[in-house]
């Protein structure tokens, strides 16, 4: 039914004169505008903002942080390089994990409720 009178429209606007077919291009432009503009403002400005986020607290990572890998490995950071930390994951296991891939430990960086 819609799809009939969205048809009628169209072939109405066609035929009526340049015009209205000029108008018509000029409102399929203006609705690829503010889908683009909605897809930006709901979905890529946020993503980037994260993204921003998120290298700015692996900047701030320091001797003694607790993280956890994508992975899903718990640690400390032992020792902080260019590229990659060291972590220690148990008394005499360390390991060495590109920066990318470690989170802060949310567990470990609230603050304990009594």
């Known amino acids: 039914m819609l799809a009939n009178i ?8 066609a035929g009526s004169a ?12 203006i609705m ?12 890529i400005r946020p993503q980037t903002k994260k993204q921003k986020e998120l290298q700015k607290q692996r900047e701030e990572m ?14 400390e950071i032992k020792e902080v390089k260019e ?3 060291l972590i220690t994951v148990d008394k005499d296991v360390t390991i060495r994990v590109d920066k990318n ?8 960086a609230q603050p304990e409720q009594k």
């Not at 969205?6 to 606007?13: T, V």
């Not at 340049?18 to 432009?29: L, Y």
């Not at 890998?69 to 718990?74: E, V």
């Not at 891939?101 to 470990?108: C, K, L």
């Open 6 to 13: 969205l048809l009628m429209m169209q072939q109405g606007a």
């Open 18 to 29: 340049p015009d209205a077919q000029a108008g018509s291009q000029w409102s399929f432009w």
């Open 32 to 43: 690829m505008i503010l889908i683009f503009v909605v897809f930006y403002f709901f979905m």
């Open 62 to 75: 320091k001797k003694g942080d607790k993280v956890v890998t994508a992975g899903g490995i718990y640690g």
């Open 83 to 85: 590229n990659y930390f």
């Open 101 to 108: 891939s470690v989170y802060i430990s949310a567990a470990d």
